[in-house]
């Protein structure tokens, strides 16, 4: 059998100026499945995420080689147009980034407004919302300030406003470590939610969030993918004793 | 092996092992005791294995106590999660050991009340292997040896023979001469109590492999196969 993968690593390098941020990285995302990405920090965790939608490419001196392909198609193809790939691969950041001048309606259609999309914006904002779980919590006031929220709602915001856009991959990266622990139910259900639609890769130091939410966990270590495998695996039994002795905490 | 960051998590583990310990080496000791209660026809050496039993029942509630206490505060994962939920397997096993050595004990205060039968051969070597297979297994435990622990589960198959061929020699006793029934019945259960702890040694031997490769070597073919993503 064919697996059915909706993103694929293939020898993924990445560097900044001098710095070889990852080494010869290769991994698969069957669809509709959740990939927990864990490890220290500087092991190269948010660069890899960074490749998947070519913000990586946006830093100065950046550099990368190597294949991402999302449904087979290679994502560094000179005719991909990266606004057109971040259409289809969403992300979301560790701080709510809501815009702060815009209301929480604006803000969800924000993306599409951006790309010149028009339609019915009213339903579009009460979906995506309702798919981010926080449209209970603000349908009487649409027109308030996005700053009026609290943070776990601004993140809920932001993942609304990734939805709208309909896209088949979300990126997440620490989405709940600037948020309670209600804030965090709330988004890691949303995380149980969403992958009935779509495919989530999530970086997380919080080893914790990794294997309540992820089918697949993969760990990174100054820049190499060490060990991936079904999560249960990782978590129970890793094969790696690099994997082990982070998962255990044992450090240095 | 590399000690956790946190120091007092090392501490942690190392408490409960060394509770677990003490629990399969006072147990280990009920057994010869209540051995040498039969075989020297002393009831002193009986009540005293009787009276020990208190001691094992707590250091049973102090080990759940100390497993519940590191899943909770420390969330454990991997080889941590694995010893841990072995811990909380095998004092079970260990606190029923003991409780089959008080078993023993009071059968020995019964026979010891009643003129000696003639010897039976195969009940000292029965009772030799079995204290063999809970020591083995308590040492594969302590050392993370799964060699160790397959050995015990191997060996398993000659306590059954032993106790097989006891049980057909008390019974031709009990054929022989009707007085022999009550003693050889009470010989008959000291065997099967016997029997019963070698095969908890054989369950502590299969969570001690569990403990160090992370597979499930009981009841083969009965888990739900899972299938791992490719790397």
């Not at chain 1, 939608?53 to 946006?58: C, D, I, S």
């Not at chain 1, 000179?78 to 309606?105: A, E, H, K």
């Not at chain 2, 029997?195 to 992370?214: K, P, Q, S, W």
Request: charge should be negative; charged fraction near 25%.
């Amino acid at each position: 059998m064919i697996a059915d993968n909706k993103i694929e690593v293939r020898g993924l390098d990445a560097w900044f100026r001098g710095t070889h941020a990852l080494r010869d990285v290769s991994l698969s995302v069957p669809r509709n499945t959740v990939l927990a990405i864990i490890g220290p920090s500087g092991c190269g965790k948010s660069t890899f995420v960074r490749c998947i939608n070519r913000m990586h490419e946006l830093v100065p001196g950046a550099r990368q080689a190597g294949k991402v392909l999302v449904d087979g198609q290679d994502l560094h193809a000179r005719r991909v147009d990266p606004v057109d790939l971040r259409r289809r691969v969403g992300m979301v950041f560790q701080r709510p980034n809501p815009f702060p001048t815009l209301s929480i309606q604006d803000n969800v259609v924000a993306g599409l407004k951006l790309n010149g999309i028009r339609g019915n914006s009213a339903e579009l904002v009460e979906k995506s919302l309702r798919q981010a779980a926080l449209w209970d919590e603000v349908k009487d006031r649409l027109q308030h300030s996005a700053l009026s929220l609290s943070g776990g709602q601004q993140q809920r915001l932001c993942i609304a406003r990734a939805l709208a856009i309909g896209p088949e991959v979300l990126l997440m990266d620490e989405p709940a470590s600037a948020l309670d622990p209600i804030a965090t139910a709330k988004i890691e259900e949303l995380i149980h939610e969403l992958r009935a639609s779509l495919t989530i890769v999530i970086v997380t130091h919080n080893m914790q969030q990794a294997a309540r939410v992820s089918d697949a966990t993969a760990f990174f270590y100054l820049g190499e993918l060490v060990e991936h495998g079904s999560t249960e695996q990782i978590f129970t039994n890793p094969k790696e004793p690099r994997t082990e002795d982070y998962v255990t905490g044992k450090f240095g | 092996m590399k000690a956790h960051t946190d120091k007092t998590y090392d501490a942690q583990l190392d408490d409960l092992r060394n509770k677990l310990l003490s629990l399969g080496g006072k147990v280990e000791t009920g057994i010869a005791t209540s051995m040498r209660a039969l075989q020297e026809r002393d009831s002193k050496l009986a009540e005293q294995v009787i009276a020990s039993d208190r001691e094992v029942n707590r250091l049973e509630v102090e080990i759940d106590e100390a497993c519940r206490r590191l899943l909770v505060l420390r969330q454990p994962a991997a080889s941590d999660l694995r010893f841990i939920t072995t811990a909380l397997k095998i004092v079970v096993d260990l606190e029923r050991i003991g409780d089959l050595a008080v078993n023993v004990a009071e059968r020995a205060i019964d026979l010891n009340q009643s003129p000696p039968l003639r010897p039976v051969h195969d009940l000292t070597k029965l009772a030799q292997l079995c204290q063999q297979q809970v020591r083995a297994a308590l040492d594969a435990f302590v050392d993370g040896d799964p060699t160790g622990a397959e050995a015990v589960i191997q060996h398993d198959e000659l306590v059954d023979s032993i106790y097989h061929n006891l049980f057909n020699e008390l019974l031709a006793l009990m054929m022989e001469d009707p007085r022999n029934i009550r003693r050889a019945n009470s010989l008959l259960f000291v065997a099967k109590h016997l029997e019963r702890l070698a095969d908890h040694a054989t369950n502590v031997a299969e969570m001690v492999i569990y403990m160090v490769r992370g597979t499930d070597v009981r009841h083969p073919g009965s888990r739900a196969s899972k299938s791992v993503p490719p790397a």
